[in-house]
T-cell receptor, first 114, second 113 residues
């Protein structure tokens, strides 16, 4: 099946710094990718839709200046958490649909902001 | 907006027991429905899906039928194994797979030998 990777798998940073998370589709091209956030023992919440070559679409309540998304190629989307604070600590997961529209998920990135 | 409600766990069963995890949804139009599974330390994996009413998705002994009249997509398995222990998420997509997914809160399933 299709494979989606994320890097890094975990990151610890100081409050006020920025962190970039990469999402790659390894064996297929994805014009659209999705970013989710998962709190401990809770569901995944869709944050934004990343569109190759155009601006991302953010869900209601998600700060676009806080969570910068860039979809620079058909296999790479990046999420940058700017000026991170402890409340941004979470598990961030990306997904990408294949042409058959089945979404494949990355393994996730755990962010801890101190 | 769209929403998914599923039974919260943990659900603890003995090996070879029958499993049902309930899932109901609220959506406009005709969503596609999914069950995803998350094994310990791993990412989400698609377990099965159904794209229209009365469709039955099946995989690895698991089944779920898209019931439009009851807006439900309950997951069932006739005989569970210890290896089925995981967190199961019910989800829907308003636009097939081309839209972001709306997830339920997840059900932690524990199978005891």
């Amino acid at each position: 099946g299709a494979v989606v990777s994320q890097h890094p798998s975990w990151v610890i940073c100081k409050s006020g710094t920025s962190v970039k998370i990469e999402c790659r589709s390894l064996d297929f091209q994805a014009t659209t990718m999705f970013w989710y956030r998962q709190f401990p023992k809770q569901s995944l919440m869709l944050m934004a839709t990343s569109n190759e070559g155009s601006k991302a679409t953010y869900e209601q309540g998600v700060e676009k200046d806080k969570f910068l998304i860039n979809h620079a190629s058909l296999t790479l989307s990046t999420l940058t958490v700017t000026s991170a604070h402890p409340e941004d600590s979470s598990f961030y997961i990306c997904s990408a649909p294949t042409q058959g529209e089945t979404q494949y998920f990355g393994p996730g990135t755990r962010l801890l902001v101190l | 907006g769209n929403s998914v409600t599923q039974m919260e766990g943990p659900v603890t069963l003995s090996e070879e027991a029958f499993l049902t995890i309930n899932c109901t949804y609220t959506a406009t139009g005709y969503p596609s429905l999914f069950w995803y599974v998350q094994y310990p330390g791993e990412g989400l994996q698609l377990l099965l899906k159904a794209t229209k009413a009365d469709d039955k998705g099946s995989n690895k002994g698991f089944e779920a039928t898209y019931r439009k009249e009851t807006t439900s997509f309950h997951l069932e398995k006739g005989s569970v194994q210890v290896s089925d222990s995981a967190v199961y998420f019910c989800a829907l997509s308003g636009g097939g797979g081309a839209d972001g997914l709306t997830f339920g809160k997840g059900t932690h399933l524990i199978i005891q030998p």
